[in-house]
């Protein structure tokens, strides 16, 4: 967690204050709050996305007179992190061509990070290859 990029001191801000509003501090919620906190107009309505009583994604905040094509990207990613959540009416906007087709792509992978670290590791560097024999 400490190699995490943030987009901004809000993002990472957003992201530390509603990992303490859990009950529960897993790679599910880091991702969850890691994504949500990408864009300000995610963060300023978090409380129409989830529900902290009862420790849930809020669907139907989706439809939010707030929402833009860029910030449904972010939910969409944020709610497949949470539990694979696709909506059966339109799944193909779930699919990475439609959510990283966007100014947040940076952001996007790093919460698939946070939420897979034991697939996301780092990779050895390529070895050189000699030239090839004939």
Not at 54 to 64: A, K, T, Y
Not at 102 to 116: D, L, N, S
Request: aromatic share 14%; with cysteine.
């Amino acid at each position: 967690m400490s190699n995490i990029q943030f987009r901004s001191a809000e993002h990472r801000d957003f992201f530390l204050e509603n990992m303490n509003k859990c009950r529960v501090n897993d790679s599910y919620h880091r991702a969850f709050f890691y994504v949500m906190g990408i864009a300000s107009e995610t963060r300023a309505n978090i409380n129409q996305m989830f529900d902290f009583k009862n420790d849930c994604i809020e669907p139907d905040g989706m439809h939010g007179g707030w929402q833009t094509s860029g910030t449904v990207k972010v939910c969409r990613l944020a709610f497949n992190l949470w539990n694979g959540y696709t909506d059966m009416n339109s799944p193909q906007s779930f699919t990475p061509e439609d959510l990283f087709c966007c100014e947040f792509a940076p952001y996007f992978m790093e919460g698939i990070k946070v939420r897979y670290p034991e697939y996301c590791r780092d990779l050895p560097a390529p070895r050189k290859q000699n030239e090839l024999s004939r």
